[in-house]
């Protein structure tokens, strides 16, 4: 069964330091979101992306962050300078086209910011 | 922000119970509800997901959405332990459709 894949699972940095997180999406789907979950806390959406743009950003999603879809199958996280706050479990997503409610979600990279 | 609560338990209950979890929310145009299972430290996975009101079946599983009270709920026959998890809801709609927003996940733990 088709599944979503993200690496790494681990991610330890130093605060102002910048992180990549990657994600392959299930190959047949065009819509990838980012979400993440702070401990304890909700799961909160950061931003969609749709045909080689973004389609919807949330309010936490500010100037320190961006996606990319590098090529054919990576879909990426950068955090350009991470803070402490930035600590907590990052989940890739995708959709179908036509069936963004229906979200396949990867396993998560955790993120530790020192 | 408020626009879905759970109750975030913990529920434990025997093996074989039948189990009721719930949520409420605030925002009308939602018109798309999932239900998500989460193992510890692992990414949701999505179960059942409903359109607008009415009742899903899925095998042990059955989703009711009543739009009138804002209100859905998970309920879970003959439970197993293998169902101990958080159980999520989201839901989506309107303007916002692609963008889940989730309640804060009841924990249920199901003991043999």
């Known amino acids: 069964e088709p599944e979503v894949t993200q690496t790494p699972s681990h991610q330890v940095t130093q605060m102002g330091q910048e992180v990549i997180l990657r994600c392959v999406p299930i190959?047949?789907?065009?819509?990838f979101y980012w979400y993440r979950q702070i401990l304890g806390q909700k799961v909160e959406f950061l931003v969609s992306?749709?045909?080689?743009?973004?389609?919807?950003k949330s309010e936490i999603f500010d100037d320190q962050f961006s996606v990319e879809r590098p090529d054919g199958s990576n879909f990426t996280l950068k955090i350009r300078s991470t803070k402490l706050e930035d600590s907590a479990m990052y989940f890739c997503?995708?959709?179908?086209?036509?069936?963004?409610?229906?979200?396949?979600f990867g396993p998560g990279t955790r993120l530790l910011v020192l | 922000q408020k626009e879905v609560e759970q109750d975030p338990g913990p529920l434990s209950v025997p093996e074989g119970a039948i189990v009721s979890l719930n949520c409420t929310y605030s925002?009308?145009?939602?018109?798309?509800f999932m239900w998500y299972r989460q193992y510890s430290r692992k990414g949701p996975e999505l179960l059942m997901y409903?359109?607008?009101?009415g009742n899903k079946e899925d095998g042990r599983f059955t989703a009711q959405v009543d739009k009138s009270s804002k209100y859905i709920s998970l309920f879970i026959r003959d439970s197993q332990p293998s169902d101990s998890a958080t159980y999520l809801c989201?839901?989506?709609?309107?303007?916002?459709?692609?963008?889940?927003?989730f309640g804060r996940g009841t924990q249920l733990t199901v003991w043999p």
């Open positions: 997503a995708s959709s179908e086209n036509t069936n963004q409610e229906t979200q396949y």
């Open positions: 190959s047949n789907h065009l819509y």
């Open positions: 992306f749709y045909n080689n743009e973004i389609s919807e």
């Open positions: 925002n009308s145009a939602f018109q798309y």
């Open positions: 409903t359109y607008s009101s």
């Open positions: 989201a839901m989506t709609g309107g303007s916002t459709l692609g963008r889940l927003y």
